[in-house]
């Protein structure tokens, strides 16, 4: 949303001709163009009721960041990433039921990028239905003539946590527990209910199977429920938005002063942000 007090970046001209001409079927050039005080409410009016839209049903609005590689987009690939991200708001919503904001969603591979907080990796396993058994990854390449890179569980990331599955069956790991068993399986120690898994697909994937059995024993929580208690997560967070902005503490200098009618309150920075609000520039804001 765009605020009339203020002066307009360059992005905000280019983005208020793009909604005259797109939205508003203006037939103007750039030249001749004018930015009125209306035309900026008629598109904050806009952008508020795509937010509300977008807010109310992830589901149908929020889509998954597609490859942009050279790798080949199969159906396969196409129906994973959707399945995958269907998962992913699932688990977020879930989260957020026992009051608990992991963050939004967002990279290139369209996954959690392990940037929430809690560090935990959501991976949607799209055989695990049929199997009964999860695959970890390890090693990835983009095709069968490309070199092995690093990936999954020996990607250098702050993930602490692996929860994979799907929606009626799912398990939560610490990464260092699946981390010793890809060291005992690499030594070629034998373990029940676990195997390594050369290649999967098309030759781009390394990794190891556990059958259902064993990964109960390996897990760190049964469910959402139990690892938020487990951790002992503060589920008491709120985000504090005044005019264009939202503030992770009450005390940030910018409304510790001001009166509690005036602030509107999230319990969660992303509905926050989808509502139009910047996040407060003040360092300590959200420390
Ligand atoms: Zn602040």
Not at 194 to 223: P, Q, Y
Not at 258 to 281: E, H, R, T, W, Y
Request: net charge positive; hydrophobic share 35%; with cysteine.
């Amino acid at each position: 949303m765009i605020d009339l007090q203020r002066n307009l970046s360059a992005e905000e001209h280019l983005i208020l001709y793009w909604y005259s001409i797109v939205v508003e079927k203006s037939n103007v050039s750039y030249d001749d163009f004018r930015i009125t005080e209306s035309l900026i409410m008629r598109f904050n009016e806009y952008v508020k009721k795509w937010n509300t839209a977008f807010f109310n049903n992830p589901l149908r609005f929020e889509k998954p960041v597609d490859w942009d590689r050279n790798r080949t987009k199969t159906d396969y690939f196409r129906n994973q990433l959707a399945k995958g991200h269907e998962f992913e708001l699932w688990v977020q919503r879930k989260f957020k039921s026992c009051g608990v904001d992991i963050g939004g969603y967002n990279s290139e591979k369209g996954q959690f990028a392990g940037e929430n907080n809690l560090g935990i990796e959501i991976k949607y396993d799209m055989r695990h239905a049929e199997t009964g058994n999860i695959y970890i990854e390890y090693c990835e390449r983009l095709d069968s003539s490309k070199s092995w890179i690093k990936s999954g569980i020996l990607k250098n990331d702050n993930t602490k946590y692996w929860l994979i599955g799907n929606m009626n069956d799912y398990f939560i790991f610490t990464k260092i527990t699946l981390v010793n068993i890809y060291n005992k399986l690499i030594r070629k120690e034998n373990i029940k209910g676990c195997h390594l898994v050369e290649e999967k697909l098309n030759g781009t994937s390394k990794g190891f199977v556990m059958n259902n059995a064993f990964s109960r024993t390996v897990t760190f929580a049964d469910s959402i429920e139990d690892f938020v208690g487990k951790l002992n997560i503060d589920t008491n967070i709120s985000y504090y938005a005044l005019n264009m902005f939202v503030h992770g503490r009450r005390e940030c200098r910018y409304i510790r002063n001001k009166p509690d009618n005036m602030i509107k309150v999230f319990d969660s920075l992303d509905d926050a942000l989808k509502a139009g609000f910047q996040k407060c520039n003040n360092p300590n804001c959200f420390l």
